[in-house]
């Protein structure tokens, strides 16, 4: 394919939109390297270090990633929801927001999610949230693997509801819960009990969604106590100052 060559005054926009455009449109598809700096120095009739520029925005807006040496280049990533993962750290890590406002926030969205489980339960994801209960009582388990296992019927949920955007705000909420929690490695009795997550998949089971999202509101209100009590320590640990969650 060709570029269009750009005015002066926009050069890095104009190269960053059109590129942008030809990775949406499917004419790159993802793991696909786009064309040398020097072909697309000659398309867009510019200099190297525009192409550079442009190249390295596309990187930072998670549309390509650059590799170096001899099979290096710029290649086009699978969009994913990783710089709102991300996102949503650093702005815990620099005070932005606190545990409380987590738990919030993830009570307002679960309860939702909760809610279209159940509406749209079938035998596969009724056989995955019991395999996931299942695997909260197993023994034996890293504190990683425990975490992760406590949190797995959350992923289920939120993929049952078919909402993909709420989805992915709750794997964020989800994977910053997991930072907190495995920073400060409390004893695995102070997260929640697997009943919790019980009472919901099975209101979920049963197609009642305002008990799921009773049950969920309940589950996230008993969790959020527990782990304010952690963000003291977590933010003290992260060389942060403890006395000011989500100044």
Do not use: W
Not at 59 to 66: A, D, P, T, W
Not at 72 to 99: E, P, Q, R
Not at 109 to 136: F, S
């Amino acid at each position: 394919m060709t570029f269009i060559p750009v005015k002066q005054n926009r050069i890095a926009v104009e190269i960053v939109n059109q590129l942008k455009a030809a990775i949406l449109s499917g004419r790159f598809n993802p793991g696909e390297r786009l064309p040398t700096e020097r072909e697309l120095t000659r398309q867009f009739q510019v200099s190297r270090v525009v192409v550079r520029e442009a190249l390295r925005e596309l990187e930072i807006k998670g549309l390509v990633r650059i590799l170096q040496g001899p099979a290096g280049g710029a290649y086009v990533t699978g969009l994913s929801f990783d710089h709102l993962n991300n996102a949503f750290l650093d702005l815990f890590l620099y005070n932005k927001l606190s545990v409380a406002e987590l738990i919030r926030t993830r009570m307002l969205i679960e309860c939702e999610i909760a809610r279209l489980a159940a509406a749209h339960a079938d035998a596969r994801g009724a056989e995955r949230l019991k395999t996931a209960l299942a695997a909260e009582r197993s023994a034996g388990a890293s504190h990683a693997d425990f975490i992760s296992n406590r949190l797995m019927v959350h992923h289920l949920l939120a993929e049952m509801s078919a909402n993909r955007l709420l989805q992915a705000v709750a794997t964020s909420l989800f994977r910053l819960t997991a930072d907190v929690i495995l920073e400060v490695k409390p004893v695995q009795a102070i997260i929640h009990r697997t009943e919790e997550h019980a009472g919901i998949v099975a209101a979920v089971l049963a197609g009642q969604p305002d008990a799921a999202a009773a049950a969920m509101k309940d589950h996230l209100d008993r969790m959020g106590r527990r782990m304010i009590k952690l963000e003291g320590t977590y933010r003290k640990r992260k060389g942060l100052d403890p006395t000011r969650p989500g100044g």
